[in-house]
C-alpha cells in the first residue's frame, strides 16, 4: 500500500484578505503574524503564502506575474493551520477592521 504523506498545512481550510481601502498601516498585523501579512510597495499591508509552508512564495499584490496574485478582496491566501490563531487575532484587533477571514471546504 501506497501512502501520501502530505503535511497538515496542505489542509488549511482558512483563507485571509486585506481589503486595503481601510488599511491605517500601521503594520500592526506584520508585527503579530509576519508569515501572513506583509508590507506591499505603496505602504499597506497584504497577504501571501510562503514557501516554507506552500509550493512557491506568493504576494497578494495586484501584479502580474510569476509569485503575484489579485490583491484586496479578491486575492485570498491560504493560512497554514498552525497559524490560524495568530490570523484570526490580527483580525479581532485590526484597527482599520479590514482582516477577512473565509472558512472553505476541502
Known amino acids: ?3 501520501c504523506a ?3 498545512y496542505a489542509f488549511s481550510r482558512m483563507r485571509v484578505a486585506v481589503n486595503q481601502e481601510n488599511c ?8 503579530w503574524c509576519s508569515e501572513v501579512f506583509v508590507q506591499l ?3 499597506e499591508y497584504g497577504v501571501r503564502e510562503k514557501k516554507r509552508y ?7 499584490d495586484g501584479l502580474d506575474g510569476k509569485g503575484h496574485a489579485p490583491s484586496g478582496l479578491d486575492g485570498w491566501a491560504r493560512v497554514p493551520i498552525e ?7 490580527v483580525a479581532e484587533h485590526c484597527a482599520g477592521e479590514c482582516v477577512f477571514i473565509k472558512m472553505i471546504d476541502v
Open 1 to 3: 500500500v501506497q501512502t
Open 6 to 8: 502530505l503535511p497538515i
Open 24 to 31: 491605517t498601516k500601521d503594520g500592526v498585523c506584520e508585527t
Open 41 to 43: 510597495p505603496d505602504g
Open 54 to 60: 506552500f509550493a512557491e512564495d506568493i504576494i497578494f
Open 83 to 89: 497559524l490560524e490563531d495568530a490570523v484570526k487575532y
